[in-house]
């Protein structure tokens, strides 16, 4: 068997003293990817709510975009926890018999509400106009598909209209709290479990919903600005900016909070504090301080801080905002990781470690992949079905 | 329309009645007796509870090799329902600790002895915690605690998502390399409701395994708890433990 191969290799690695069923590292790769992804999502819906809600026009460019990069994430978020269970085949039996007081039986639900409640229903109301239009304009399958994308209703008169504007925005109301509770909950999962140290603070949702605005910002920056170069579209810098200045705001506070937690175990100095800081040390050195804290975050924050202090010009603002991006995405999936992999990798008798190897764990490496890139496969056939530029629709 | 209400009750009743009979061809109701006492064992009049005294454990591992052939437990060294740990304070330095292949075969001679302070063997299984977080968590109920005290899990029902053996702090927890589904100590739930002892208990030759029902005054655990200072293992989390400890040292978590 697979998993017991991969478990006598690990057992000469064991440093310490760990409990003997604690060889086996539970949550891998696929759980680090689960909350990576529900975090794009609700970061990216987040984004797209400010233009409506709070009407910043500077971003309206990237409205639509952000919706569909949510959507695109939104629907392979469950496919990583699918993935890793034992039973797959029982996993309906969450939706079914549902334990109410469990953190994770809860998932199910916010996530069938926030993708069918809010997030189909604000794409529907704001593209119906252009289904009606497109299911006049194009022809064959695509006509039909767009006949049906309407659901039969036909009428864009100017009161209509008004009224699918007015609707949208009251679902963008309640979407903006939607996210924060799918995002803010998956924190939970982690933060309530008691058992274990590295996981168990109040701070964990607030934490994981930061981190997830961040890395959902900094995604729909870094799309938009690939999707313009392969359009060959001019990038407009104001919409860039804006959105450059929310990703620095947001990363600080962010960075903020999960200091003050760093800070806060530091100075507690529990029981536990002895093995954590050693993990941190040795274990997580090169993920979570390298990673995560230089590479992942001290370094984009700087980066966005030059652009704007030292107000450089377009061209070097678009590489400052393109290279930020890029390693604030690399940054918070390293904080997923240093989360969900470094949780386990202590004992819980506080006395030793595990360890977890990227090259030991076969498939589950495969699976993860492929997960990890099939969202962007998704939005490329939504760009192309239901296309959110603005200069071609209006 | 009433007619029509009353064919659908009988109907249903007779459905009812079909399926219940298929039921007890499938040999169900076996364990349903054995949940309703109905066979003898009254759960209602139980709340079991384990108590370990440290100070007569030897180490030699024969518990732990009864539980896994007792329970089916897998071979390897990963999957254990109750191991033994052995704690080694030496002058100056940071107390040892191991539990080669859980226990089961013994352990080694400790090296240079002359600086030994003190070693002693701990034997550790599920807690069977009276507010078991490993219950709390599950998201479809798969883990429960019986009218008895006993937590244990419904392997036709768990989803082996894992999330009871994050929330277990003692480690007690493995999933099952073949069943794909959590796995932990039952107390031995097939043996004690016809009225024997745990397999772990039965085989320990010093008697450093202790069980009993706590609802009974005159039950060896409650002669045990009486007579000696006990401790539960890391009490500040609120899991409120049942397996009493005798003996124990600051060190053991
Ligand atoms: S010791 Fe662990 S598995 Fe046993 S009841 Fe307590 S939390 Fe659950
Ligand atoms: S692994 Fe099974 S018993 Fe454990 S929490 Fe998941 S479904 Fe429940």
Redesign the pocket.
């Known amino acids: 068997m697979e998993i017991i191969e991969m478990l006598y290799k690990l057992l000469p690695l064991v440093q310490g003293f760990i409990y003997p069923n604690e060889i086996e590292l539970h949550w891998g790769l696929l759980i680090v990817l689960y909350p990576y992804i529900t975090g794009l999502v609700a970061g990216a819906f987040i984004l797209a709510s400010l233009a409506r809600v709070f009407n910043v026009s500077e971003v309206k460019p990237t409205y639509r975009l952000s919706l569909l990069t949510a959507l695109a994430f939104l629907l392979v978020a469950t496919l990583p926890l699918l993935a890793h269970l034992g039973h797959p085949e029982r996993a309906f039996e969450i939706f079914f018999t549902p334990k109410l007081d469990s953190a994770m039986a809860m998932f199910g639900f916010v996530y069938a509400w926030y993708l069918m409640a809010v997030l189909l229903l604000e794409i529907w109301f704001d593209y119906r106009a252009d289904f009606v239009m497109w299911s006049k304009t194009e022809r064959g399958l695509k006509k039909w598909f767009y006949k049906i994308l309407t659901l039969g209703v036909n009428n864009i008169s100017a009161g209509a209209l008004e009224l699918d504007e007015k609707i949208g925005r009251a679902i963008t109301v309640i979407g903006i709290p939607s996210a924060f509770l799918l995002h803010g909950y998956v924190g939970f999962i982690f933060g309530s479990v008691k058992a274990n140290p590295w996981w168990s603070t109040p701070l964990m949702p607030i934490i994981f919903l930061m981190s997830a605005m961040v890395s959902g910002i900094a995604a729909v920056m870094l799309i938009y600005m690939v999707t313009q170069w392969l359009r060959r579209k001019i990038i407009d810098m104001k919409c860039l900016d804006t959105i450059g200045l929310y990703l620095f705001n947001i990363f600080v506070i962010d960075f903020s909070l999960e200091m003050l937690d760093l800070i806060h175990r530091i100075y507690e100095a529990e029981e536990s504090f002895d093995i954590i800081s050693l993990m941190m040390r040795s274990n997580l050195f090169w993920t979570q301080f390298v990673g995560q804290i230089l590479v992942g975050t001290l370094v984009p924050i700087s980066l966005l801080g030059i652009s704007f202090f030292f107000s450089a010009k377009p061209g070097a603002r678009k590489k400052l905002y393109f290279i930020s991006s890029i390693l604030t995405l690399l940054g918070i999936f390293a904080m997923r990781w240093n989360v969900v992999v470094g949780g386990q990798l202590f004992s819980k008798s506080f006395l030793g470690f595990t360890t977890y190897k990227l090259n030991l764990i076969g498939a589950e490496a495969y699976i993860a992949a492929a997960i990890a890139v099939l969202p962007l496969f998704i939005l490329a056939a939504l760009l192309y079905l239901l296309p959110p530029w603005e200069e071609e629709n209006r | 329309m009433a007619d029509m209400n009353n064919l659908s009750r009988r109907e249903f009743l007779g459905l009812s009645l079909k399926s219940i009979m298929a039921l007890m061809a499938l040999g169900f109701p076996k364990k349903l007796l054995a949940m309703t006492g109905l066979d003898g064992y009254k759960m209602e009049e139980h709340l079991w509870g384990y108590g370990i005294d440290v100070d007569k454990c030897i180490g030699c591992g024969r518990c732990v090799d009864a539980c896994k052939v007792e329970n089916n437990v897998p071979d390897e060294p990963f999957f254990f329902r109750t191991w033994v740990e052995r704690y080694a304070e030496r002058k100056g330095e940071k107390v040892e600790v191991d539990s080669p292949n859980g226990g089961r075969d013994g352990f080694p001679d400790l090296k240079n002895k002359k600086e030994l302070v003190k070693s002693f063997f701990v034997p550790k299984i599920?807690?069977?915690?009276e507010h078991?977080?490993?219950?709390q968590v599950c998201p479809v109920g798969a883990t429960y605690k019986s009218p008895d005290g006993v937590?244990l899990v419904d392997p036709g029902y768990c989803i082996g998502c894992r999330y009871?053996i994050q929330?277990?702090?003692?480690g007690?927890?493995y999933l099952h390399p073949k069943k794909h589904v959590a796995d932990?100590c039952t107390f031995c739930y097939q043996r004690i409701t016809k009225g024997l002892e745990p397999a772990c208990v039965q085989a320990c030759p010093t008697k450093t395994r202790i069980f009993g029902n706590l609802k009974d005054g005159n039950s060896p655990i409650n002669k045990f708890i009486k007579a000696k200072k006990v401790l539960v293992l890391k009490p500040d989390l609120g899991?409120r433990?049942k397996i009493f400890y005798s003996g124990i040292d600051k060190e053991v978590r």
């Open positions: 599920c807690n069977h915690c078991p977080p490993c219950v937590v009871c929330a277990c702090p003692y007690a927890r932990k899991t433990p």
